[in-house]
């Protein structure tokens, strides 16, 4: 399947159980397969765990430390508690944005699976981390690390400091705001320990001094007061960083933890967007790196047939009606465009010709590196989807409207809905779409200092009810009066909750 | 580019901290769910974990998301039979067709948050704030036990305790404390030694010095011994007191007429608790179970238990048995006894003055602690009247009063809450 010269040698003994010394040699081959295809790839820290290992991986967010809360103990529990009922089986893997690249194997694995991973996950997903555009713009894989263990030795301190509950319900507060973290549109800063520990104390005195300037109390000349009556004079959609800024009672230590909890927001804020793009990138390699291999010699039948039974596993799309169907499976759907993609610039049909004039018959190989670095699950979908993916997946588009007594049809897989079902797709994964549309709208800076945040609904869909304790959480953190108003679309306010101190 | 790494012998719980978190958090209600399951569960396997159950909605994460409503898009895969257009009904529920609901983003159900907690955690909870009763500081002195401990080296011992790697550095460190200036000296006579040889015409008379000198070297060094009784070490011990770890405990029931299963039942929940408390401070505790109505008996705990007896009441008979046997299978030097009592408070009149009489002057100072538990709906008789005339005395007697099932806990917990200090 190919298209690369192959080296065929001597076949790998294939176990089935793994050892270091096969690991390695598995790894070696997958890295000179990779190379072949121009994967470039942070380099790799491979480690071996154990499933109870596996679990705090998993309960803290994938982050190889983080700082003590007691989410993530309740995250440990569910986890714990599902596995050992056999609710779920955990990830083969679980891999870390960061530079080298870290990898956890689990002990159990079978050696297939061993190399099915590395080649998943340390070429896939590690070549994604440091090619893709998000990745590169929002995150420094090199200095990530260094960030956990200064949040948690910092964490850690305030909790020596001010006692654990005070800085737990402070984290509360700041996690029920995390998604409203997040810069979605200013490059951010790079983080590094030792800069973060430099600067941290200036920072503190000096955002202090800035704070106080803004609640000056003391009159200044009249015509200030005038130049910020409305404060921000843009909605600014980043809550936590305008709490860090201009909360008026937070103490230095309190809008250090307000950062770190942004800083860690802003880090995962591009897995998020990039699922598809990213698993199918991992899947689409690790199925062509050992595919190659196998095309070579050096990976037996019995190797191959469990590999290809583990990926056909992953691969698996339940349909709408089946009892597994939880949503289209970001596995299956990337791995379906990667290789549909590849396709495209192989074999173009006359239909592809006409959709991707510019893919068909290009170089595969340059196609794909390209659309893995320039876009992310909304952009790719509505870029690549073609209409034998719709076909093969046989997608259609129901439209929900709560004004409507039924549910509808809006497009299914024909020539007439190939656009729409591709523009309706790209706009499921685009979160500023899934997340509501919040942002701080105003500060009464010179009567009663009272925010006032606003919603701006999407389709008319309504805010979940649990807004008053977000509000509550807000509350603590600004420590005056919040307001959540409402804008609909022909630019009405409603006040939909507010929380008085 | 690559390394692996093997992880596996690190710690594997490093979300122990994360777990502790979480439980503190919630223990409230983890106590409570804890007390609830102590009057629900089977009394045997109190010695298990428990699974605790917290509502859904306490541990709940609040974050803005999407409510119900409005309208939205979703596209499915696995089309089969619609067309553009169609019209389907709406699910009712959370149902499939509906994906992504509200019951998804929310991330959680609305079933409780069920987990189980270790023996140790359950132990912990249920007994936090409990202490042993004061203990007379006598009492504590007495129950010691000696036990051999490493502490050193000593210069002096018997052979078996001779230490060879210690006893061969010393031999060592001699030696050559002992011949390192002779080695030099050596050195230097055979040097000059060796330069006279070269010499054309030799000075006989400073080689002949030499050559003696150097023998009287390598005699005097030779002479050093190997190993000295000096450079022996032995191990040494000492005795360290330690406070012995062996406890009994007695438990003494009423199992005339009046006595039915139910209350048997409560009397076995309390003495289970209090078989718990006491293997959580020794290491072995031995249970004595005595029972009686007009006479009491030594058996064991299927019998104590579930046989029925019937007939009168003399309390006295159980106390004397108790006596009899600390005086001949439980030295009180070397034991912590401890006694339960579980009574409806019948007893024959004329025999709860005696009662009192032998708790009080032969039976506590013996003991670490005495609980009387009566378990009755009813108004306390004259036993728990004699009982409570000692209580100012002796502050190793508590006794407390049962009404029902769920009382048991509480009362535990009142009996051994710590003490203000």
Known sequence: MSSLALNTGPCLDDGPDWSFELLENYQQQIARVAALYKLDTYPNQIEVITAEQMMDAYSSIGMPLGYNHWSYGKKFIQTEQHYKRGYMGLAYEIVINANPCIAYLMEENTLPMQALVIAHACYGHNSFFKNNYLFRTWTDASSIIDYLVFAKNYVSRCEEKYGISAVEDFLDSCHALMNYGVDRYKRPQKISMEEEQKRQEEREAFLQSQVNALWRTVPGKAQNATTVSHFPEEPQENILYFIEKHAPLLHPWQRELVRIVRKIAQYFYPQKQTQVMNEGWATFWHYTLLQHLYAEGRVSDRFMLEILHSHTNVVLQPEYNSKFYSGLNPYALGFAMFTDLKRICEQPTAEDKSWFPELAGSNWLETLHFAMQNFKDESFISQYLSPKVIRDFRLFAITDDSKVANLEVAAIHNAEGYQQIRQLLSAQYNLSQLEPNIQVQQVNINTDRALTLRYIPHNGIPLADNMQEVLRHLHRLWGFEVRLEQQDNLGNITLLASCQS | ???????????????????????????????????????????????????????????????????????????????????????????????????????????????????????????????????????????????????????????????????????????????????????????????????????????????????????????????????????????????????????????????????????????????????????????????????????????????????????????????????????????????????????????????????????????????RYYAYIEITPRAHQSLWEQYQQLLASHQNLAIQHIREVSDIYPVFRELFKKQAA
């Not at chain 2, 770890?245 to 209350?263: I, Y």
């Not at chain 2, 009489?357 to 506590?364: C, G, R």
Request: glycine share 6%.
């Open chain 2, 1 to 367: 580019m690559a390394h692996f790494i093997d992880r596996r012998l690190n710690g594997k719980n490093k979300s122990a901290v994360n777990r502790q978190r979480f439980i503190r958090r919630y223990k409230q209600q983890i106590k409570q769910a804890v007390s609830d399951a102590i009057s629900k569960r089977s009394v045997t396997d109190l010695n298990s974990g428990e699974s605790i159950s917290i509502p859904a909605r306490d541990i709940k994460e609040p974050f803005f998301h999407q409510g119900k409503g409005g309208k939205r898009d979703r596209v499915h895969p696995g089309n089969d039979q619609f067309s553009p257009g169609d019209k389907i009904a709406r699910p009712q529920g959370e149902a499939a067709g509906n994906g992504k609901g509200d019951a998804s983003q929310d991330g959680e159900g609305n079933d409780d948050f069920v987990f189980a907690i270790s023996k140790d955690e359950y132990l912990d909870l249920l007994f936090e704030d409990l202490a042993l009763p004061d203990l007379k500081q006598n009492q504590l002195d007495k129950l010691v036990q000696y036990k051999n401990v490493r502490s050193g080296y000593r210069a002096e011992g018997i052979p078996a305790n001779i230490d060879i790697v210690r006893s061969l550095r010393g031999s060592l460190a001699r030696r050559i404390a002992m011949t390192a200036a002779k080695k030099q000296q050596l050195k230097d006579a055979e040097q000059q030694l060796a330069e006279q040889e070269k010499l054309a015409v030799p000075d006989e008379l400073q080689r002949r010095a030499l050559t003696k000198q150097i023998a009287e070297l390598k005699q005097k060094i030779a002479a050093v011994p190997f190993i000295d009784s000096f450079d022996l070490r032995f191990r040494n011990y000492q005795k360290r007191p330690e406070p012995t770890s062996k406890a009994v405990m007695f438990c003494l029931m009423d199992v005339s007429g009046s006595m039915d299963q139910a209350t048997k039942e409560m009397a076995k929940r309390f003495y289970i608790l209090l078989y718990l408390f006491l293997s959580r401070t020794y290491k072995n505790v031995e249970v004595v179970y005595i029972r009686h109505h007009t006479q009491a008996k030594e058996v064991d705990e299927q019998e104590f238990f579930y046989s029925q007896e019937t007939g009168g009441t003399i309390v006295s008979s159980a106390l004397k048995l108790m006596l009899d046997i600390v005086q001949k299978r439980y030295n009180p030097q070397e034991w912590n006894i401890y006694a339960a009592q579980a009574s409806d408070g019948d007893n024959w009149a004329e025999d709860s003055a005696p009662c009192a009489k032998l708790l009080a002057e032969q039976l506590l100072p013996l003991l």
